[in-house]
């Protein structure tokens, strides 16, 4: 884990609070999931940015655009999960979409979608299966889909001025990737539920 002095002042306390929480989760035994859509065809625009500025990046989460984080924990996740959000995916059609603005949160700088209504329906549907989990800890009042660059303290204008010539950026959604984080800290992709034909 990164010394909580640099967490602090790279990504500010509410970072180091999550990383925290994280983390005890991971000695506990009850590792947490989340579940993404990967955007590859994003990383060679932004890679360097998130590994600068996004805690995520440096434990192993690619580029993406969440569908619902946090998912359940290890221990809940059963033969039964698996099949359940396969069917979710398979009856999902792949679809493309367009990252075309810099946009902020609190906090975060983010690439937002043209069109977000198929992020946010896919979100919805996999929240009404499971309700006990809903988007980011039930935080914030409304789905909003969005590519983190940048979380804590940063130059979110020197981000922006970074990023702009790359856009838009053209991607698929193909599928939702299950990011499971591991014993020593680390997010791995667990398994991978591949959408229905278009």
Request: hydrophobic fraction near 45%; include cysteine; aromatic fraction near 10%.
């Amino acid at each position: 884990m990164i010394a909580a002095d640099r967490l602090i002042h790279r990504y500010g306390w509410r970072s180091w609070r999550w990383a925290r929480r994280i983390s005890l989760r991971v000695r506990t035994g009850s590792r947490p999931s989340a579940l993404v859509v990967n955007v590859p065809e994003a990383e060679a625009a932004v890679g360097s940015i998130r590994a600068a500025h996004d805690l995520g990046s440096r434990f192993g989460i690619p580029a993406h655009i969440t569908v619902l984080a946090p998912f359940l924990a290890s221990r809940r996740r059963t033969p039964s999960v698996t099949a359940q959000l396969a069917a979710i995916c398979s009856s999902t059609a792949i679809f493309d979409f367009r990252l075309t603005s810099v946009r902020r949160f609190p906090g975060v700088t983010y690439l937002a979608p043209a069109e977000p209504q198929p992020f946010v329906d896919l979100t919805e549907r996999v929240w009404a299966t499971w309700p006990e989990c809903p988007p980011f800890g039930g935080v914030f009042p409304q789905i909003v889909p969005h590519l983190t660059l940048a979380e804590g303290l940063h130059d979110a204008g020197q981000i922006r001025h970074a990023v702009l010539p790359a856009l838009p950026i053209d991607a698929t959604a193909r599928g939702v990737t299950l990011l499971c984080q591991q014993s020593d800290g680390w997010w791995r992709p667990d398994h991978f539920f591949p959408f229905g034909a278009q």
